[in-house]
């Protein structure tokens, strides 16, 4: 016998150990053994639906699906006798029968499992003379999937996807026998915000994407390692491009963030990189009407506006309000840039009232012994408070992992004053902040693993003294340590904008403004508004904000129109955009390196997919470009010269690179 | 030595009298090899439809990189073949073509087809781009 819990058996004549309940396939495909298989994956359950798997096992009569044969103690195996070589020939031969031979018109083809299948195992040729069935196609199923039912091998991965991992009821199995089909419930479209997943699972072209229809054929696009740029995930994705357009987002597995899914913004949401909303060049406001002019003309007018101003008001009657949709280096820079250039601490990306010491509460948090959550911790916390947060909404993949949690039994309590989609699997539900945080303390008494998640609004409310009297009760009662503390703010990249110190408050890595030995804390975003609106603010510089898409926008916009400059900054022609005196086209992220940092605080570096379209510069650039009229020579030549000043200076991102982040990225704690 | 040069003369005069092997190209022209390949068309089904579905196999197959494909779907009203997907945009870089006649063999349903057509000179550069316009056999 083999050591506790482990089973030693010969597949093809090797020896192979694995953990118990392992199932051959697994085993096989641990140790470098092929058994092709279209049914199976690894993060579903098992079907045993399409039988292509089949092994024979010494001693049993009949072959095995590999797939849901678990391994046992001294079993032989063999996946390429005679006998099963024949089997899986006569069923890919039957899986053919009813499989148009469309591959050349075929979106799946070129990347198909089973047109590689075949390829190497199955019939060279087909006997089926009769005719083909055919169905009407494509038929619709939701807003990106479309269904073409001749294709289908009825592997049932997409309806297993829908029921076990996004929970979302919406594809089933149709009918019976060979009338068998993936379908919606009549009038209930396939809009899960999870759709997109079943494209890549599907293992022929039966799923396909409404916006990639047709685009190209999958050998001919170049892919580039990016960020998901739409929530605070960072999930890992490959940006698919032909020819300067981004044409298709695949998953890049990332255990540690995403699992290998991606919700449908992050997979559709591609499609606004090559918009015709973009900014394509320089543009100033002449006589009322938006012209065309070169970046030095743009450049040159806009620093001899501020110079203007700050001789006139001073520097603190400029503002810059920069966004959570700006990588780390841009958010630095444009902090830099506020600060050093203009010599002002109106420096903030949020607009809505926030009380006064944000980063400051969250430090408090962090430094009463509870450590930063990583989304792993997800997976085995047995206790998890969501606190006013709605991971549905604002980081969908996240309410994947919560999901799964409370399949598994975790026990989890959903504090909000609406109800949301994860109410309906918490063990507890609560209304009001400082009841919900008692029942959490008094039902996770016997957790061995806590995890609280804090949502943004819980950040500025009136609970927050509260809030931290609880977080001194949950450590005191954690001597183990065993608590785990998040803080989901909406924004892709809203820590990393809050670590590189675009707030008014905070220079970059939380430092506190007295070590720059020079200026007061500046205006909050909000407080920028109103100094708009009674004259004390003449100037705005945003960068990547559209502000007017806040919810005062009435409010927002009567601000604009006292001012004297506004500059903004932006890929697209946005609302505020169009109220600008001067508009900088800035590339998007698939068209340059950066760094975001995500909902844990990972830092994870996305590249170049295509070229700048347009005129238009990466933000860090465009402010490097801009320093340059000022005189000032900011001195990088890339992104990545960015980051590493911005590992000198921010204390907890030491020793962070490009190198070091690696492809998975990296988590920092605070502090 | 002067057996040699007679000898020699000998082949100067013999071809001075036969028929000249050269032809008074372009006035007259030499009938080709069956299987000579030159200038590209697209074809077309009797019904008038385009063969090519803009599956871009082509494209692949082709070892100088000279044919770009862009394929699009079939529309109501707008049907140019018979299936859902039709080649939106074909051009062949006729300055990179070898013609290697590869795109004729893998095209699954002998759309594109190398024909006899070598008299392919321009005055410009981007003349050489041959589009769907300049490829395709005209349609009824």
New interface residues.
């Given amino acids: 016998m083999g050591e506790e819990g482990l089973v030693r058996l010969k597949i093809d004549g090797k020896e192979v150990t694995v953990p118990r309940g392992t199932s051959i396939l697994e085993a096989a495909k641990r140790d470098g053994i092929e058994i092709p298989y279209f049914c199976y994956h690894p993060r579903l359950s098992l079907v045993g639906a399409c039988r292509v798997c089949v092994v024979e096992i010494e001693g049993s009569g009949k072959l095995q699906t590999s797939c849901t044969t678990p391994v046992a103690e001294g079993m032989i195996v063999r996946t390429n006798s005679e006998k099963v070589v024949k089997a899986r020939k006569g069923v890919l031969e039957l899986i053919l029968t009813n499989h148009p031979l469309?591959c050349?018109?075929c979106d799946k083809?070129g990347e198909c499992p089973l047109q590689n299948i075949t390829y190497k195992y199955g019939p060279a040729v087909t006997r089926y003379k009769e005719e083909r069935r055919r169905f009407e196609?494509?038929v619709v199923l939701g807003p990106y999937i479309l269904l073409d039912r001749e294709r289908c091998i009825l592997c049932y991965r997409c309806t297993h996807f829908c029921e076990e991992i996004a929970g979302h009821h919406q594809l089933g199995m149709l009918y019976i026998g060979g009338h068998m089909m993936v379908g919606i419930a009549p009038g209930v479209p396939f809009d899960s915000q999870f759709s997109g997943n079943t494209i890549e699972l599907c293992p022929v072209g039966a799923l396909t994407s409404h916006p990639f229809?047709?685009?190209?054929?999958p050998?001919?696009l170049k892919g580039t390692d990016s960020i998901c740029p739409h929530c605070a995930c960072g999930c890992n994705i490959i940006l698919q491009s032909r020819d300067s357009r981004v044409l298709r987002v695949l998953s890049r597995e990332n255990q540690e963030v995403d699992n290998g899914w991606l919700c449908d913004r992050g997979r559709f949401g591609y499609l606004f990189i090559n918009s015709s909303e973009r900014v394509m060049t320089p543009l100033i406001r002449k006589n009322g009407n938006l012209v065309q002019v070169s970046w030095k003309d743009a450049l040159g007018f806009i620093a001899q506006r501020i110079k203007e101003i700050t001789s006139n008001w001073g520097a603190d009657s400029i503002g810059g309000i920069a966004s959570y949709n700006c990588s780390n280096e841009d958010n630095y820079i444009f902090q830099r840039f506020m600060r050093v250039v203009v010599g002002t601490n109106n420096i903030d990306f949020r607009l809505y009232p926030v009380e006064t010491d944000v980063v400051g509460f969250i430090l408090e948090v962090f430094s009463k012994g509870l450590r930063l959550f990583s989304l792993r911790d997800i997976d085995d916390a047995e206790a998890i408070l969501l606190l006013e947060s709605d991971p549905s909404e604002g980081q969908p993949i996240t309410e994947l992992r919560l999901k799964k949690a409370a399949r598994r039994n975790a026990i989890l309590t959903v504090v909000n004053s609406k109800k949301i989609e994860l109410s309906s699997y918490a063990r507890y539900s609560f209304a009001d902040i400082s009841e919900g945080i008692n029942g959490f303390i008094d039902t996770s008494a016997k957790a061995k693993k806590r995890l609280i998640l804090l949502g943004e609004k819980t950040l500025g409310t009136h609970n927050r003294r509260e809030l931290l009297e609880a977080i001194d009760l949950l450590s005191a009662k954690d001597p183990r340590g065993k608590t785990y503390i998040g803080v989901l703010l909406k924004g892709v990249n809203a820590h990393g904008a809050l670590d590189m110190g675009v707030v008014p408050d905070y220079l970059p890595g939380y430092r506190p403004l007295s070590e720059s030995g020079k200026f007061g804390a500046g205006l909050f975003g909000w407080q920028m508004l109103d100094a708009a609106r009674n004259g004390r603010l003449k100037a705005l510089y945003i960068m990547g904000a559209d502000i007017l898409s806040a919810q005062d926008s009435d409010y927002i916009k009567d601000a604009l129109r006292h001012l004297e400059l506004i500059v903004v900054q932006d890929s697209t022609m946005t609302e505020t955009a169009l109220r600008a005196d001067v508009i900088l086209p800035a590339s998007t992220f698939a068209e340059r390196d950066g760094t975001f940092t995500n909902t844990e605080r990972r830092v994870q570096r996305f590249y170049r997919a295509i070229r700048p379209l347009g005129e238009s510069r990466p933000n860090w650039e465009i402010l490097y470009m801009l320093a340059k009229e000022f005189h000032h020579d900011f001195n990088y030549r890339s992104a990545w010269d960015v980051l590493k000043e911005i590992s000198q200076i921010v204390p907890f991102y030491a020793d962070m690179s490009r190198e070091t982040l690696g492809d998975k990225g990296r988590q920092w704690q605070y502090g | 030595m002067v057996k040699e040069l007679l000898k020699a003369f000998r082949v100067t005069l013999r071809y001075l009298v036969s028929k000249p092997i050269t032809i008074r190209y372009p006035e007259e022209r030499r009938e080709q090899y069956p299987r000579t390949r030159w200038r590209h068309v697209l074809r077309r089904y009797d019904n008038g439809l385009e063969r090519c579905i803009g599956c871009s196999l082509c494209a692949a197959a082709c070892p100088a990189h000279c044919i770009y494909v862009e394929a699009d779907e079939n529309r109501e009203g707008a049907r140019f073949s018979s299936g859902e997907r039709y080649a939106k945009v074909y051009e062949i870089n006729m300055l990179r073509c070898i013609f290697c006649g590869y795109c004729q063999e893998a095209c699954p349903t002998d759309a594109i087809v190398l024909q006899k057509d070598f008299e392919l000179s321009n005055y410009d550069r981007k003349d050489f781009i041959y589009n769907k316009d300049k490829l395709l056999v005209p349609g009824h």
């Fill in positions: 469309d050349p018109v083809g196609k494509p229809r047709f685009k190209a054929r050998w001919e």
